[in-house]
């Protein structure tokens, strides 16, 4: 079993809607999470990050940590043409370096 | 600010041939960071260097694989003689000396390899 599992998609939803992005994940002792996005050939960036449970908003982005259920999702509201990429979780153990990632998701935002 | 910043962005070798790829961190960032992602994988952790230091290469493969972070310049990975399979986006990541729990990494636009 890998340690984050991500459905790979293709997501495709129409400008406006809003996306749900999710990860699984097995090792308990994951306390940071990340949410990255990464357009077409260009390296990762940033998006969001938590620690432990909870939820966490930026402008139309919001995450969530359930780990109880070793779960986490991202949520981006009026989702926008732009907003088309692949977007990656990533989580690492306290005082951690070396992130673990998912194979990410690809998301077409549609006009 | 300039962002990470890697070169060569593309990088085509035969087989047997050397890969050099350079990675100059952020400006303050003293911690550099190395992830392979191969086709249809998720990135994967290589190694971890501060200035002259390697602190964790677990992640490398155990022969050809290399990688320096010197005083001046910018942070190396090598490849000697390089296979098919090494054909992947290699990824710098850096990071300042972390003031919470983690080191936020920030990533560069990548070296994409193509062997032949």
């Known amino acids: 079993q890998k340690e984050v599992e991500q459905d790979p998609g293709p997501l495709s939803v129409p400008e406006g809607a809003i996306v749900s992005l999710n990860c699984t994940y097995s090792n308990s002792a994951f306390q940071y999470f990340m949410w990255y996005r990464q357009y077409s050939r260009k390296g990762p960036e940033l998006l969001m990050y938590t620690y432990s449970s909870g939820n966490k908003e930026d402008g139309r982005f919001t995450a969530q940590v359930d780990k109880s259920s070793k779960y986490i999702s991202l949520f981006i509201r009026d989702s926008q043409p732009s907003d088309s990429a692949t977007y990656l979780c990533?989580?690492?153990?306290?005082?951690?370096?070396?992130?673990?990632f998912g194979k990410g998701t690809s998301l077409l935002v549609t006009p | 600010n300039a962002g990470v910043m890697q070169n060569p962005r593309h990088l085509v070798r035969r087989r047997g041939q050397e890969a050099r790829l350079r990675c100059s961190p952020m400006?303050?960032?003293?911690?550099v960071y190395w992830y392979r992602q191969l086709p249809e994988e998720g990135l994967k952790f290589m190694v971890y260097l501060q200035k002259e230091n390697i602190i964790d290469e677990s992640g490398m493969p155990k022969e050809r694989f290399s990688a320096e972070f010197p005083k001046e310049g910018p942070s190396i990975l090598r490849i000697q003689q390089v296979v098919r399979g090494d054909s992947a986006a290699y990824f710098c990541?850096?990071?300042?000396?972390?003031?919470?729990?983690?080191?936020?990494?920030?990533f560069g636009p990548g070296t994409r390899l193509t062997v032949l």
């Open positions: 990533a989580m690492t153990k306290n005082s951690g370096y070396a992130l673990n």
């Open positions: 990541a850096s990071s300042p000396v972390p003031t919470s729990g983690v080191d936020t990494q920030y």
């Open positions: 400006k303050g960032h003293s911690h």
